[in-house]
């Protein structure tokens, strides 16, 4: 599921509650539920936490602690386009600190930022699994390779008509 040209839903109580249960889970283990919430809602709603611990009895503090724990979670809304930057080994390497510093100056939002204008949120990933096409980066779905401080900047310039695809 990609954030661009989604108009993500109000959180919901039916919604939520419908997403525990389906998961049937067990005590101790709340990230599959936190994965399907952040998929319908594009992150994690702070009223989100509640309900799983109401209904699995998981402490409100431990699902916090979870979702908190790892970086795949969000607890805002992000922006029209989801940006994750590759810094692994391979595309720090290929130039991906420029690579972030072409996205800063084009969208003015740093890495774990979402732009003013809510048209880009910017994540950084360890590695993409296509390291021999360093720099990478993927807006939403879409793997963008070999990239260029300029390449990016086209790119983004693009998202910001609404044409992202034709790149
Ligand atoms: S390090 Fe970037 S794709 Fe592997």
């Known amino acids: 599921m990609t954030a661009q040209n989604k108009s993500w839903d109000t959180p919901s109580f039916a919604v939520i509650d419908a997403i525990v249960h389906k998961h049937n889970i067990e005590k101790g283990s709340a990230i599959p539920i936190l994965q399907e919430i952040q998929e319908t809602y594009g992150y994690i709603p702070l009223i989100a936490i509640e309900r799983i611990g109401r209904i699995t009895g998981i402490p409100d503090g431990d699902i916090y602690g979870t979702a908190t724990f790892y970086k795949m979670f969000r607890f805002e809304p992000p922006g ?3 940006i994750k930057v590759c810094r ?3 595309c720090d390497l290929a130039g991906a600190a420029k690579i972030a510093e072409s996205i800063n100056v084009e969208t003015s ?8 204008d809510r048209k880009f949120t910017i994540e950084k990933l360890a590695c993409l699994g296509c390291c021999s096409a360093a720099p990478t980066l993927m807006i939403n779905d879409e793997l963008h390779s070999r990239l260029t401080p300029e390449s990016v900047r086209k790119v983004l310039k693009k998202c910001k008509c609404g044409d992202e695809g034709s790149a």
């Open 80 to 82: 029209e386009n989801v």
């Open 88 to 90: 692994g080994t391979a």
């Open 109 to 116: 939002a740093a890495e774990g930022e979402t732009s003013y």
